[in-house]
C-alpha cells in the first residue's frame, strides 16, 4: 500500500510498504478514508521531537473496516469508524478508570500511553496510508453512521475535536462561563467551538495569525489579536477587571511572540494572569520532557518557569496532558449527527495521499489560510 | 487587652492594645480561649513576607462570643465558636460558590481574600490577644459544642486540619488511594490525618525532622526521612514502581534540602515524580508572587521552574492555593466531636499569651520536639 | 401600594394594601418592574393548595431597588436587581452548601424553605404588587445590568428559567446527551432551553397542548404530541429502542391523560420507561406531602405508587425538589446578557398590574396561547 | 465436577456436572477457592423469583485461574483472582462509561446486565462449583495478592463490599456525614463498614437481629433495634432533630415489620422520614418489576408507593441500582491488603462444598448466628 513515510527533519515521502494485516485475534484492519494532518505531526518533521525513519505518519483516521480478527464481535467488517489517536488495550487499572491516554499495556516502552505514528508512542504505524492495523478493535473503535455524510466532521473525532473538548474540561468550562483560549490553531478553535458547545458565555481566543482569529469568530468567539493589542490587557478590559472562569493552554512548548521569539513560559504568564481568582487552566497544547532546542536552558529540561506563586495566591488548578479520546469522542460524535457540532469548518485543504508532501510543507510554513488538512486515501 | 504584637523581623511583644468592639452590624467580638502559631505566621515574623509593625498576630482562633452587632441572631453570646482565618463577607460572587478563601469584597486592598492578622490579607488584627472582632459574624464563625471539651482539636479547625484536608480534596483522595505528603509541618501532618480519614490506603509523608516523622507514623502514615533515603526512590520502590495516585505539597516556597540549602523547585519536583500518570497534586505549601531573599533570580518573581514537561507527559493536575475553611470545618467538627478525628496530637506545647515571644522563638528554630503551640489567653 | 391579594378559591383582588418597608438592617424594599404568574400559583388559585386570604401573590421578581437596611453594602439604591423565588439567609448549614432552597431559618414554621407569596413558605408578601420587601438583601438579590433591555429574559431569573435547569441538572444532561422533558408548560420548556444550553444533542419534549409544543419547536426540541401518539414508543422509535440519557419530570402531582383525567404515577412511569438503563431523571414538577384532592387514596398523602422495581432494575438515579435558584442565576443571567439565552421567548401577555385578575383567570384555563403572562406593576 | 444445582423451590442439590471449558479466545476458567451464598440467593431458592432448575448458583466468587484462551494476556494462569458478579464485555457504551452492571452485550436476552449463576442474568453458570468460566476473563477479572492471606476478606470482593460501598457512593456519604443504614444483612454491614471507609462522623443501622446489630456495633456503627423502638423517633432525636444526611436502603422488596409482615414501601418511607431536607439516599436492596407474592396489587407489577410527596418537598435524591463491582473493587481490595478494611468479619460459617445444602437451608431460615455462608469448594 502507499503510505506517508517519515525519512528525516523536513522530509516525508509518500511510498510503497507492505500492507497491515491481522496479527492478533482483536485486531482490525481499516481502509482509512481521512487522515489528518495534526500541528503535533510538524513536532518530528520540523525535527524538533526524534522520530524514527522509515515510521508511517499519522494519527487522525478514519475509515472503512476492512478486516477482523477472531476475537473481535462488536465492530464488523463494512462499519464506518473513528480511530481514537490513543491506542489502548481496555483491561489495565488507567483503562479501567477512563484514562486511555495513560494506557499501562500498549505501549511496549513501558511508559503510559500509546498511540499511533507519533513518537514515544510504540511501534504502531499510523494512518496516513491507505490500510491501518487497530489492536484491541473492539475497545478502540468508534462507530459512525454509515454513508458518508460529515466525512470532515466526524474526521476531527480521532484527536483535534476531543482534545479542544478535554482543555475545556479541565478548565471547568460550565454554562455562563467565561473563557480564554490560546491558540487559534486547530486544537484552540475546537477548543473555542467545544467551550460554546458546553455553554459558555463568552469565548476570547488569542492568536496573531488572522486567518485563524477568523476562523474562531465563526465559531462565536471574541477573537484577540496578539499582534495588535496587549493580549492581557484585552481580557481584563472586556471582563471590566475580573478576568475570565477558564483559561485553554492550545499552543505548548513553542510559544513564541508575534515576532517569533520562544519564550516557553509565555502563554502559561498570560493564563496566570487572565484567569480569575479559583479559576481553572486546561492544558492541552504539548510540552514535553526533554527539548534540546528550546531557547532557554531550563526549558531543555521541560523546567517551565512560570509565575507559580501568583497562580497559587490566586487558588488556581491546571489540568494537564493528552485528551482521552474515547472519553469524549461518542457524545461530539452525536453532537455531529445531529447538526450541532461541526468541527469540520476548519479544514482549508483536502489533498489525495500523493499531496501529502505538499500538505506537510505548506501547513509547516504556516501559509495563509492552510488551516488543516485532510488527506483521503481512499475515497 | 493583652495582644500579640509585630514589631519587626524576629521580634514580637506581648502588649496592651485597646480592646476591639462592635463596629458594625454584623460584627461579633470573641473572647480567644485558644490561638495557636502558624508555620506561616514565621513568614513575617523571619522578615521573609512584609509586615505592618503594630499589627497583632494570630489567625488560628477560637474562643466564647463576648458580644454581638445588631444584625447578628444566628450566633449568640456564650456560645462556642472556631474562627476561620479567612474572613470572607459571604454574599459575593466568590463567596456564593464557596470561595471563602477568595473573597472579593472583605479585603479592602481590592485583592480576593482576606484574613486575620497576617501581611496583606487586610487590616484585621488577629486573635493572639484575650479578644478578636470578626465581621459578618453570622457568616463566618462556626459553632462548637459547648464546654471545654475537645479544646486542642477544635483549635485545629480555623486553618490547618481545613488545610491539610484541603490539600487532600485538590489531590482527589479517595477510598483506597495511596498518597504522599511533602513536609511533615502540622499542615503535612493534617494532610495525612485527612488522607485516611478519606479512606486512603497508604500515606507516605516525606520529612528530615524525625519528631515529626513519628507524629506522622501516630497517624497511621508511612514515614520517609529525606535525610535518609532516596525520597522518590523509596516511594517507588514501595508502590512497586507505579507511583502514588496523591501528593500534597505541604512545604511550600522555602523548600530546602537537609543541609537547609533552598531549591524553590524541589518539592514540586519530587511531586511530579512519584504521583502516577494521570494523578493529581494539592499544593497548600505557600509560594508568593515576589520573594526577595529567593534562591533564584525567577523565584523573586514567583517563577518556580518545575518540570512541567513531564508534568504534562503525565497528565497530572495540579490544584493550589488557601483553603476556603467553611467548605470543611463542619464535617471536620462532627468527625472530632464523634472520637473519630483527633488534630490536637500534634499539639506539643501550651502557653498562656505571655509566653508568646518564648513560643515564636523555639517554634521558628524548630527546636526538637516543638511540633505545635497553642496560645491560651483565656482560660 | 397596589397589590395582587388572594381572597379564596379562583379569587384575587388588586387592593391598596400597606407599603413594605425596611423591617431589619438586612432588608431592602423592591420597586418591582415585573412579576411573573407562575404555574405554581394556580395550586392556591385553585384551592387545591391552601393559602392564607389576604396574602399577596407573586414569587417571579424583579426591579428597580428603593431603599436599603443599614446592614445592606453590596447592594445599592437604584440597582436593577432580581428576586430568587427562594428567600435565604445565607449563613445557616444549608446555606452554606448552596442549598438556599432548604434554608433553616428563613421560614419561621421551622420548615426547611422559604419564599414569597406562596402557601407554607413563610410570611413573606409576594411581589404581584409595587413593592417588595427582600430580607437578607445582600445574600438573595442578583444584580442586572442597568437599563430595561433584555426585561422578558430577566425576569425569567427569579424562578423558572433555573428551575427548569435544575431540572437538567438533577437529570445530569451534558454535551451529546438525549433528553426527555415531559411537560411543556413554562418550566419545561426552559428545561428544553436549558438542555440545549448544556449542550445536549437532542431533546425531546411531551404534551399535548399544541400551542406549547410549537415554543419547545422554537428553542430547537423534537416535539411529543401525548394526543396523538404513544409517548414512550415515539421516543423509543426515536433513539433506536436505546432510550433518552436523561429525563426531565415538568409536570407534577397533577399529572393527567389529554382526556383530562389525573394518573399521579402517569409521568414518573413514562419517564422510568423511556430513560436508558443508568440514566438519571431530575424532577421539578412538584409533588405534595398532602393533596386532598388527588386522584387515589395513596396520592391524598403524597404516596406515588410508580414502578420502582423497574427503576431498581435499569439503575436509574432520581433527584427531586425546588431550585435553589442562587446556584445558576449568576450563570444564567450571563448568557441572556452575551444574547446567548432568550427565556423571555415564552412570554405570551404583558399585563399591567390592575389586569392581573384576568392574567390568573386565563392563564389557569390554559386559553390557547396564554402561555407565560408577565405583570409590570412598575415600569 | 461437584457443583450446587437448583432444583426447584427450597431445594439445591450438589451434584456432578460437566466441566465448564474455554469457549472463545477471550475465556479463562477459575478454579474457585470461595464461594459465599448470597442473601439475593435466596430469592430464587424461596421461588419467589424464576430460576431454571439445573442452573448452577454462585455470583459471589473467588479462585485460581486454571486455564486461559488465545487472546487473555493481562491475566495469567496461577493468578488469584476476584470475579466480580457482573459479567461484562469491557467494549459497549455502557462498560465504556463504567456501567458494568448494565453491559448491553454480556446478557443474550438483550437487557442490561448479566451475571453468574443468577435469574435473568444470562444463561452463565455460577461459581458454587469446583470450577468457573468467566468470558472477557482481562477485562473482568480483579487480581490479588498470591497466597491464601485474606481469603475471607478479599472473597467479598465480587459482590457485598462492593455493594455496600455502591449504597454509600449513592448515598452521597462524604467525611463527617452522618448516614443510616436500613438491614443489617451482609449487604448493610458491608454499607455500615463502607461508609466508615469514606470518613462518616456517625452511622446507624436499623434491624430487629441482635446477631446482625452486634456486627454492625464491630463496625463501630449505632445500632437501632427496629424491634424495640420507633426506628424515626430513635435516628431523629439521635440527629437533634436534624436528621441524617445519607440514608441506605439494603433491604429491598421483602422489607416487612419484626412481626414478619410485609410492607412494600415501609424502608422506603422511613428513609423518606429520617433523611434530611436535600440528602441523598442509595438503594440496593433489590426492588423487582415482578413480584407476584407481594403483599399488595401494585407492589406485584413492581409499582412502591412511598412517600415522593415528602421526598419532593426536602428535595431528596434517590439512586439506584446494581452496583458496577469494577468501578470500586481495585480499591477495596487495597484497603484489605493495607488491612484497613476487614469484610470478612462478617462470615459465620466456612463451608466444604458438600455441606452447600445445609448452608443454604441455615441461611435462609436466619438462623441465630448464620450471618454470612462461605463455601470453600477447593482449598
Redo the contacts between chains.
Keep these: 500500500m502507499k503510505a506517508v513515510v517519515y525519512k528525516g527533519p523536513y522530509e516525508v515521502a509518500v511510498e510503497n510498504v507492505p500492507d497491515p494485516r491481522i496479527e ?3 485486531d482490525a484492519v481499516i481502509r482509512i478514508t481521512s487522515a489528518n494532518i495534526c500541528g503535533s505531526d510538524l513536532h518530528p518533521y520540523e525535527g524538533r521531537v526524534e522520530f524514527e525513519s522509515g515510521m508511517v505518519f499519522g494519527h487522525e483516521n478514519m475509515g472503512i473496516v476492512e478486516e477482523v480478527g ?2 473481535v464481535d ?1 465492530i464488523k467488517v463494512g462499519d464506518r469508524v473513528s480511530v481514537p489517536f490513543n491506542l489502548a ?6 483503562c ?4 486511555t ?2 494506557c499501562l ?1 500498549a505501549n511496549p516502552s513501558g511508559q ?2 500509546a498511540g499511533f505514528g507519533y513518537p514515544a508512542m510504540g511501534p504502531y504505524w499510523g494512518g496516513q496510508a491507505e490500510l491501518l492495523r487497530v489492536p484491541w478493535a ?2 478502540n473503535l468508534l462507530k459512525l453512521p454509515e454513508g458518508t455524510e460529515h466525512e470532515l466532521d466526524y474526521t476531527m473525532l480521532s484527536d483535534i475535536f476531543p482534545t479542544g ?1 478535554h482543555g475545556t474540561e ?1 478548565a471547568k468550562v ?5 473563557v480564554a483560549v490560546f491558540g487559534a490553531g486547530p486544537v484552540g478553535l475546537m477548543a473555542a467551538h ?1 467551550a460554546y ?3 459558555a ?2 469565548v476570547f481566543v488569542v492568536d496573531h495569525q488572522k486567518d485563524r482569529l477568523a476562523l474562531a469568530e465563526k465559531y462565536g468567539a471574541t477573537s484577540v489579536d496578539a499582534g495588535e493589542v496587549d493580549v492581557v490587557e484585552a481580557i481584563m478590559d472586556a471582563t471590566g477587571g475580573f478576568g475570565v472562569d477558564s483559561g485553554v493552554e492550545a499552543v505548548g ?1 513553542q510559544a513564541h511572540d508575534p515576532a517569533g521569539n520562544e519564550h516557553p ?1 509565555l502563554v ?1 504568564d498570560n493564563l496566570v494572569s487572565v484567569v480569575r ?2 479559576g481553572a487552566i486546561g ?1 492541552v497544547g ?6 534540546p532546542d528550546a531557547a532557554t536552558e ?1 526549558a531543555k ?22 485528551c482521552p479520546v ?1 472519553a469524549y469522542n ?6 455531529i ?2 447538526g ?1 457540532a461541526t468541527p469540520g469548518d476548519i479544514v482549508s485543504h483536502e489533498l489525495p495521499l500523493d499531496d501529502a508532501v505538499r500538505g506537510f510543507d505548506q501547513f509547516d510554513k504556516r501559509v495563509d489560510g492552510w488551516t488543516k488538512v485532510v488527506l483521503h486515501p481512499s475515497h
Excluded: H, W
Aim: a positive charge; proline letters at 5%; hydrophobic letters at 30%.
Design positions: 492478533g485475534p482483536l477472531a476475537g462488536r488495550c481496555g483491561t489495565c487499572r488507567n479501567n478508570q477512563g484514562f491516554s495513560a499495556r503510559p500511553g473492539d475497545f473538548y479541565m460550565a454554562p455562563g462561563k467565561t467545544s458547545l458546553r455553554g458565555a463568552q512548548y513560559a502559561m481568582a479559583t492544558v504539548v510540552y514535553n520532557p526533554v527539548d531550563e529540561d521541560g523546567r517551565i518557569a512560570f509565575d507559580f506563586g501568583t497562580a497559587f495566591t490566586k487558588g488556581l488548578s491546571i489540568g494537564t496532558g493528552q474515547k461518542r457524545e461530539l460524535r452525536d453532537l449527527t445531529q450541532r
